[in-house]
Structure formats: C-alpha cells, structure tokens
C-alpha cells in the first residue's frame, strides 16, 4: 500500500509503513541555519518536528502553498534511531495498492530527481506513479552535511 501525493505537477507515492499521519498546512517557524530544503519547524502535540520542503530536496523551486497543501509526517532511519520528518507536497491524492508485479526498477535516465531517491516505478490505475525511498530522501545524515557552516564565536581567536 503507498500514499500517493502531487508534487510540482508529478505524482510520487511513498510506503504506507513510513506515513504516521497527514496534516493540513500551518505555519511553520523558520531556524536559522537550517539547509535550505528544511522550511523550519511545527509542533505537533509537543513535538518539535523538522518540515523539509521536497521540491527544493529535488532540486527545483519551493513549493508555493496552496489550499490543498498537506505536511506528511513520516518516520525515517534505522530502526532504534528514528527521526521524524514532515514533507511538503502539493497534494495528497488516496491510499493505493500496487502490487510487486506492477513495480518496475527506477530508469537511470530520464528522471527529474536523483535516481538515489526513487525505490521504483509504479503502474496504477493506467499511470505511473515515482515510488520514493523515504530513507534516503529524507537522509538525516545528508541533510545535516548540506546545512550551511556555524558561524564563528565572537570574539574567537583567529
């Protein structure tokens, strides 16, 4: 079963197992620092969670917010060390089942994202769908070495 969703004209679909839930969007609160593809924070039920904008994750422009934009809120990394992450998208479409015959390896051209972060191609409901590995997408590691470098103490010796 994979959530599918819309994002900057395309349709993606991540595994169900990874989704904890979907919110509408809210503000988020900026931090400074941040790598560009993580818009800022939200609190969900007391929980600081990092909201990544996955159009800029791609490569392209952020994402304009629109009445139907959500926040996916997904569980990444191995298990023991799981990290909470919400992703915007444009839409979110339905739940669908696609079945592992219908699931193609991912082409190593032609794909307007890094072939690294797509698990497969999926054949539903006479369209394709890019099926995304969560895991890799939302790297913490990859994310934290693309943020921008501290700034020097003050007053630090040079």
Known sequence: MFLTFMLDGESYA?????????IEYASVTPVPLMPPTITGVINLRGAVVPVLDLSVRFGRRPTVIGRRSCIVIVETGPVGERQVIGMIVDAVNAVQDIPPADIEPAPSFGM?????????IGKAGGRFLILLDVDRVLSVSELAAIAPAPLPALGAAK
């Open 14 to 22: 991540v595994h169900i197992l990874s989704i904890k839930e979907i």
């Open 112 to 120: 307007k994202i890094s072939s690294d972060f797509i698990a497969g």
